[in-house]
């Protein structure tokens, strides 16, 4: 059973909608949903008077979708622990998609703005364009608060701190990666396709980095092990060969990180070490 | 029976139209709550909350027509400080840990943490002008500069964290013995708590020395703590303390190591049972994330290391240091379950509620806000036995709580949380409603006469978490658990009168000033328009 | 004539409090002990300054009153959906306090100048912590002082003479006999260079292939090392300088640290310097008794942001393990530390305060003022002692004079050119007393040493009257629904 949610205006001031979700939804008259309320700058607002609301709601969250049409990129906090169901953006959308998510699906046709999935914990996210800074990140000084599970797969380009103190689940990129994939990251992995800005897994202590692209440079706090022909990753195998580097020892970390040897003919000298 | 409020003071009838009346029958009135020992504000604090925005984010107080807005959960924002305090019964807390060269910022904290009483105590016992007297046997004039330090940084008591190890942790050292010499000074921890015992005394301080002790949270360090109790034995005059241990649960660990850990609390309580001129505060542990911070930065820094979490140190010239560390106690984890046993049998083993009160070491050990769940394990041996249940099996089978049945009465409990803190510090308008008491009041619901705390513990504690009432001065600041009205609480100094005067003994303290400090000494000083409702207390020196 | 001694000096982070000032009919006409960026402040700032209200009336600045100029005010900010208050590094504590009720009151978001100098520093602690201490320590302790990104020769004078190398402590000696001799090196080689220059050489070495570290980083005295990608003043004084690539800081420290744990590096060469010369340097640092590391903006806002800093407190943090070692940002402007020491207290988070839920929120790059400028998202603006039209990025600038701006300031500035509400107010620790806190966290007393010009308020006096007006609009309106 799908609501259909559409932007009234354009919006020029943030607008704060964690109520956006399967779960907060479920159960609810279309009318209810509307009065649910939303913040756009300082101001309180009931939903539908930002949003016209629409469409059938099941009344289990697992039972609903949720569909957005239009520009929603000013829109931040859709999807805020959701736990089951499935909203489908089409369009941009604007910060801290998914946060905290617990299950269910999240789909964008566009763009989504940084802290994707930050703090995540299960379900899937879906971005077909780009995604901006700190994709399944954690808050701001919270080591122990990273992404813990759930998948997230880009199809455009990543920003930076992407998989900030991630510590479980997969996040693959289909673009390219700013820099500083997997800082402070514990565990999980990380699949980059396109090409990285570098310093990827910087004082990372477990988990797995693999860029399948070019690398300007890799960190000094990592040593080569070995040369890898191949890579697998949750049962999908990535063509190599890979220069598998281990670090980042300046943490003791004991993280891998597999570099596309294709891609890098400037790192060709690390083969003399192993 | 009747309580007359009038002008801000408990009095013995008030008369007229347009008095208030609040009908509190059947519920439970006691004095405003009195914390001895709670890190509330201050350079230390301050960099706490900044280290920790995942602290704060989840735990948030929504501004209201009455309040300001702000954040928790374990070291919350100065508004949101003042608030809950209230919201608890409790009206009087002190910040024990002032680092002198930064007590302006202190009370600039003060001034913005409203409703409560407040003070702070200045850390001396790591001061270099203090080892220096000392080590020289130069008692007056080390009395001469601590009544000074009382009035230039507007300080109430003498704090001495780990004496004589902030001093070695200047280079990275640490004291591990009490008669270890400092580096540099020549002088041993045991002496220095000694020293300002005796200047203490000299002084005639409303509170004794407030001790800090070191070896805190390292195994075996019971031994350390009866050694600094016993150490100022003999300077005790007929039944008064000369000294309180604070949160003395982290220094009551028996064992080699921490495979070996265990209890010291029997071995503390019979000691304190025995003799008069000791106090303590529990320190006792919450299982819950919260914050460490003490001024002990050698602690801090061994607690760094063995819990890999993000650590501040901070070192103060001359004075003393601060360290920092994010901590969660965990019920499955044997040590940090025994170490809540502790706490709890320190606080049943020793008879005399006057002798040991009711502390987390604010966040040290817990957040404040937990004070309720605290008082029902006290007051409730099933509530007790309800955690023990969960808590990791080792410490549950060595702790000494399932061959203790006592259980706080509602008195004890008023004296553990109010009465007897109030007494230690020396403030004579605090902790009882006796004529002429300050009207502070907190009125919880609950009906001393049908409830049974031994099985009604939730209620007990629900009851204290929301008071039915504060009272604040003589105004009503809390109503069912809601701030009501916000008012400015008084900070409390200390104004020693000493002959000769302090003033004459400024330009010997001017000449070591320069080559100590990097600020100018009139700029070290806190003028008194500085606090936002100044109370000195005016004490008479024998020097 | 009085001279006033014991002045704290409202430039720098140094917050200097020992000057001295000779006033005469209410004029600053000597300065003693300042640097020459304070005595220049101490005797010029009254020369161009701003000294009467200003509304924007059919698009001119005009004289106004101070009560109109309050009610302008307090409209534009009452009526704002989300209003941003930015500045408040070079003002007391005491205004800040009120700032933040008036941000609070109008649901808007505070951010102080850290937003675009050590905000990344913050971030950086929020992550791993640091470990620091006052100045004094350092003046005691120290036997290794170096500077990272940093040129505290120019952009604070007195630090090295007052808190680092050049001061007599009781456990480490001045090195300040050391300097003659560096500094006639330093003329040498000036002379040596223009003496290049004139002979027609077109590239004047800049790099000096030194091999090894002098033996003099080695001995038990007190030692200065200066790192930064150029040779700047500071340098030229120091036993000893590293220069290393631009933005490749992060790689250097990583490398560093893992010297430090005795760990093997598959490199040669990092950010251009050989692995031995950091091997080295690791060795100065882990034997020393007390070392410090102070860092400023040439590591903060270069490649790398907050994760420079994050290493770097993660060296100082494993050095701890062998020695003493203390980190510490070279703050700037005078009161910077203070406004986010003061936001911390009041809200739980140093700068970047989101208050239009009610409540304080923190999240940079989000609630970053200079990102919800770039973003175009505010639609009003009260900076206090700020000139970010100079400093903030084009588009920035744009979407923030799209919008009402008022100021207060005593400067006339870009900012002041292109707002809607001007308020003159007057100098704080000239004019105005107040507190402000040191780059080392130690609060400090500015003093009024002179009478400000007649109408010029206290940045404190015109912000609790806004935020009386802005009060009593609120209620109004209440009455009104």
């Given at each position: 059973m799908v609501v259909v949610l559409r932007p009234?205006?354009?919006?020029?001031?943030?607008?704060?909608?964690?109520?956006?979700?399967?779960?907060?939804f479920a159960g609810k008259s279309v009318d209810e949903i509307g009065k649910l309320k939303v913040w756009e700058g300082n101001r309180e607002r009931s939903l539908n008077e930002l949003f016209s609301v629409e469409g059938e709601i099941g009344a289990k969250p697992e039972e609903v979708m949720v569909k957005i049409f239009g520009d929603v990129h000013k829109v931040r906090r859709i999807?805020?622990?959701?736990?089951?169901?499935?909203?489908?953006?089409?369009?941009?959308?604007?910060?801290?998609?998914?946060?905290?998510?617990?299950?269910g699906k999240i789909l964008v046709d566009g763009n989504a703005g940084s802290w994707l999935g930050s703090m995540m914990k299960g379900g899937v996210i879906e971005v077909k364009g780009d995604a901006g800074d700190y994709v399944g990140s954690a808050y701001r000084g919270s080591s122990t608060r990273g992404m813990s599970g759930g998948t997230i797969v880009i199809h455009g380009d990543a920003g930076n701190e992407l998989g900030y103190y991630m510590r479980k689940g997969i996040i693959k990129v289909h673009g390219n990666v700013g820099q500083f994939t997997g800082v402070h990251m514990?565990?999980?992995?990380?699949?980059?396709?396109?090409?990285?800005?570098?310093?990827?897994?910087?004082?990372?202590?477990?988990?797995?980095?693999?860029?399948?692209?070019?690398?300007?440079?890799?960190?000094?706090?990592?040593?080569?092990?070995?040369?890898?022909?191949?890579?697998?990753?949750?049962?999908?195998?990535?063509?190599?060969?890979?220069?598998?580097?281990?670090?980042?020892?300046?943490?003791?970390?004991?993280?891998?990180?597999?570099?596309?040897?294709?891609?890098?003919?400037?790192?060709?000298?690390?083969?003399n070490l192993v | 029976m009747d309580i007359a409020i009038k002008d801000g003071k408990i009095v013995e009838k008030v008369e007229g139209k347009g008095v208030k009346v609040i009908d509190a029958s059947r519920m439970i009135v006691m004095p405003g709550g009195v914390d001895i020992h709670s890190h509330i504000a201050g350079a230390k604090v301050n960099a706490g909350?900044?280290?920790?925005?995942?602290?704060?984010?989840?735990?948030?107080?929504?501004?209201?027509?009455?309040?300001?807005?702000?954040?928790?959960?374990?070291?919350?924002?100065?508004?949101?400080?003042?608030?809950?305090?209230?919201?608890?019964?409790?009206?009087?807390?002190?910040?024990?840990?002032?680092?002198?060269?930064k007590s302006r910022h202190t009370h600039e904290e003060l001034n913005d943490t409203p409703i409560i009483d407040k003070g702070a105590y200045p850390l001396l016992g790591d001061c270099w002008f203090v080892l220096e007297r000392l080590a020289k046997g130069m008692i007056e004039e080390c009395a001469a500069y601590v009544a000074w330090t009382m009035r230039a940084t507007k300080g109430y008591a003498v704090k001495i964290v780990n004496p004589g190890g902030l001093e070695a942790w200047g280079f990275g050292g640490n004291m591990r013995n009490i008669d270890d010499t400092v580096p540099h000074f020549n002088i041993t921890p045991r002496e220095i708590v000694q020293g300002l015992c005796k200047v203490n005394e000299l002084l005639h301080m409303p509170h004794t020395i407030h001790v800090h002790t070191n070896n805190l949270g390292k195994p075996g360090n019971y031994v350390n703590t009866l050694e600094t109790m016993k150490c100022v034995e003999n300077l005790a005059h007929g039944d008064k303390p000369v000294i309180h241990i604070t949160h003395c649960q982290f220094s009551a660990f028996k064992g080699r190591d921490w495979h070996t850990f265990a209890s010291g609390a029997e071995e503390i309580a019979r000691y304190v049972n025995n003799h008069s001129h000791v106090t303590l505060d529990m320190g006792q542990i919450v299982f819950t994330e919260t914050t460490t911070m003490t001024a002990d930065g050698p602690f801090q820094f061994i607690l760094y290391q063995l819990t890999g979490n993000k650590w501040i140190n901070g070192d103060v010239e001359t004075e003393t240091s601060t360290g920092i560390v994010p901590f969660a106690y965990k019920r499955k984890s044997y040590v940090h379950a025994t170490q809540w046993s502790i706490g709890l049998e320190l606080a049943l083993l020793i008879k005399d509620p006057w002798k040991i009160y009711l502390t987390t070491d604010h966040p040290n050990a817990g957040p404040f806000i937990y004070y309720p769940k605290i008082i029902s394990w006290l007051m409730s041996r099933r509530a007790r036995e309800k955690v023990m249940r969960k808590m990791n099996k080792r410490a549950r089978?060595?702790?000494?709580?399932?061959?203790?049945?006592?259980?706080?009465?509602?008195y004890e409990m008023a004296i553990a949380t109010r009465a007897g803190q109030a007494r230690a510090l020396g403030l004579r308008h605090k902790g009882h409603l006796g004529l002429g008491a300050d009207a502070d009041i907190a009125i919880y619901n609950i009906d001393p006469t049908s409830v049974e705390p031994s099985k009604d513990y939730q209620l007990i504690r629900r009851a204290f978490k929301h008071a039915a009432y504060t009272v604040k001065g003589g105004e009503i600041v809390v109503k069912n658990g809601e701030i009501v009205k916000s008012v400015d609480g008084k900070t409390f100094w200390v104004d020693v009168e000493t002959s000769p005067s302090v003033d004459e003994f400024v330009p010997r303290l001017k000449q070591v000033f320069e080559d100590y400090y990097t600020v100018q000494y009139e700029n070290y000083v806190v003028p008194e328009h500085y606090l936002a409702v100044s109370c000195p207390v005016h004490t008479k020196a024998e020097i | 004539m009085p001279i006033i001694s014991n002045v704290t000096c409202p430039v720098c982070g140094s917050l200097c409090d020992d000057i001295e000032i000779l006033v005469e009919n209410n004029k600053v006409v000597k300065v003693k002990n300042a640097c020459?960026?304070?005595?220049?402040?101490?005797?010029?700032?009254?020369?161009?300054?701003?000294?009467?209200?200003?509304?924007?009336?059919?698009?001119?600045?005009?004289?106004?009153?101070?009560?109109?100029?309050?009610?302008?005010?307090?409209?534009?900010?009452?009526?704002?959906?989300?209003?941003?208050?930015?500045?408040?590094?070079?003002?007391?504590?005491?205004?800040?306090?009120?700032?933040?009720?008036?941000?609070?009151?109008i649901g808007g978001v505070i951010d102080n100048t850290s937003t675009v100098c050590h905000g990344?520093?913050?971030?950086?602690?929020?992550?791993?912590?640091?470990?620091?201490?006052?100045?004094?320590?350092?003046?005691?302790?120290?036997?290794?002082?170096?500077?990272?990104?940093?040129?505290?020769?120019?952009?604070?004078p007195r630090h090295i003479e007052r808190y680092t190398a050049f001061t007599q402590g009781r456990f480490q000696a001045s090195i300040w006999y050391r300097y003659l001799a560096h500094l006639s090196a330093y003329r040498a080689r000036r002379r040596l260079l223009r003496a290049l220059k004139l002979s027609s050489v077109r590239e004047a070495p800049t790099i000096e292939a030194e091999a090894g570290l002098p033996p003099t980083l080695f001995r038990k005295e007190r030692k200065m090392i200066v790192v930064d990608v150029r040779r700047t003043r500071t340098a030229d004084i120091a036993d000893y300088f590293l220069q290393v690539e631009p933005n490749k800081d992060y790689e250097v420290l990583e490398a560093l640290r893992a010297l430090i744990r005795d760990e093997e590096i598959d490199m040669d060469t990092v950010a251009g310097v050989p692995v031995e010369t950091l091997e080295e340097l690791a060795d100065v640092m882990i034997g020393c008794k007390f070392g410090v590391l102070f860092f400023g903006v040439g590591l903060t806002m270069s490649m790398g942001k907050l994760r420079n800093i994050d290493t770097a407190i993660c060296m100082v943090r494993d050095l701890n393990r062998y020695t003493k070692f203390i980190i510490m940002p070279m703050r700037g402007h005078f009161n910077v530390t203070g406004s986010n020491v003061v936001s911390t207290w009041q809200t739980g988070y140093p700068y970047a305060v989101d208050f239009s839920h009610g409540y304080p929120r923190y999240n940079p790059g989000e609630t970053s003022v200079v990102d919800i400028l770039a973003r175009g998202e505010s639609d009003a603006s009260l900076i206090v002692a700020s000139d970010p039209v100079a400093h903030f990025p084009k588009a920035a600038v744009e979407n923030l004079v799209r919008n009402p701006v008022i100021v207060i300031d005593p400067e006339p500035t870009p900012t002041t050119l292109m707002a809607d509400v001007v308020f003159p107010s007057s100098f704080v620790g000239i004019e105005t007393e107040g507190t402000a806190y040191r780059m080392d966290h130690v609060p400090l007393p500015l003093k009024k040493i002179v009478e400000p010009p007649s109408g010029c308020l206290s940045d404190m006096e015109i912000l609790q009257r806004i935020l009386a007006e802005v009060r009593k609009i609120k209620r109004e309106t209440a009455e009104v629904a």
């Open positions: 009234k205006r354009a919006f020029k001031l943030p607008v704060e909608a964690e109520c956006i979700t399967p779960d907060s999807g805020t622990q959701m736990s089951a169901g499935e909203i489908v953006v089409h369009g941009d959308v604007g910060f801290h998609l998914g946060e905290e998510m617990v299950g514990k565990n999980g992995i990380v699949v980059v396709y396109g090409n990285s800005e570098g310093r990827s897994g910087a004082e990372m202590t477990g988990g797995k980095i693999v860029v399948c692209g070019s690398v300007p440079s890799v960190l000094p706090t990592f040593t080569v092990e070995a040369v890898k022909s191949r890579v697998k990753i949750n049962g999908e195998k990535l063509a190599g060969p890979f220069y598998l580097f281990k670090g980042d020892i300046a943490e003791e970390g004991e993280g891998k990180l597999y570099i596309s040897k294709a891609s890098n003919a400037h790192l060709k000298s690390y083969e | 909350r900044m280290l920790r925005p995942e602290d704060h984010f989840k735990d948030v107080e929504v501004k209201t027509e009455k309040t300001r807005s702000g954040v928790g959960h374990s070291i919350p924002s100065t508004f949101t400080t003042g608030y809950r305090y209230a919201r608890m019964g409790y009206t009087t807390v002190f910040e024990p840990a002032q680092a002198p060269l089978q060595k702790s000494l709580l399932s061959t203790i049945d006592r259980e706080y009465t509602f | 020459g960026l304070g005595e220049s402040k101490f005797l010029n700032y009254n020369g161009h300054r701003l000294r009467k209200p200003l509304i924007r009336k059919n698009g001119e600045l005009v004289e106004a009153s101070i009560k109109e100029a309050i009610r302008r005010s307090a409209e534009i900010l009452a009526d704002a959906a989300y209003p941003i208050l930015y500045g408040w590094s070079n003002t007391s504590c005491e205004a800040i306090r009120v700032g933040l009720e008036l941000a609070e009151e990344p520093s913050v971030l950086s602690i929020q992550d791993v912590g640091y470990s620091t201490c006052t100045l004094g320590q350092i003046r005691h302790r120290a036997d290794l002082v170096i500077y990272w990104g940093s040129n505290p020769w120019s952009a604070h």
